[in-house]
């Protein structure tokens, strides 16, 4: 299986130990994490280094998990993307096309490029039969992008003691002609 992906602009790659830092400062930024940290501000330093570490054991033991992102145009790492195990997901389908990118890059419709390349990739190669994707409801920015990425609502979930909206796409509802 491949673990890397080229998009027309990105490259999702594996991690590298360098990028722990570059993780922790994403999630440092109160923009990013606004609707991920439900006390507000930064996640702690050690969520982001659990974090890190999970994106790493994914790739090792299920062969798939999130990239980390680089913006092929300057060479900068711009965040992390793609297929993500919940664990502690309520419904049967765990796996997660998310993204959290730097807010440098927003609105350029990267998240979107991104994400339909890791949702095909979930299809294609990972041979995944669903993907879901979550937010909380107040996150229009990324219930666009999942629109955007071919994934239909599925309804309110509380999850992680929170109330969630819920997303989701079928392998037989994906187009083929979509990367």
Known sequence: MDDELETERLWLRRWRPDDLERLVALYSDPLVVRYINREGGPLPHQVSVDTFESFVRQWEELGFGPWAVVEKASGRWIGELGLNELPDWPGPDR?????????SVWGRGLATEGGRAAVGYGFKVVGLERIISVTVPANAASRRVMDKCGLSYQGEQEYRHTTVVWYAVDRGDWPTNRS
């Open 95 to 103: 796996i997660e096309v998310g993204w959290e990118l730097d807010p």
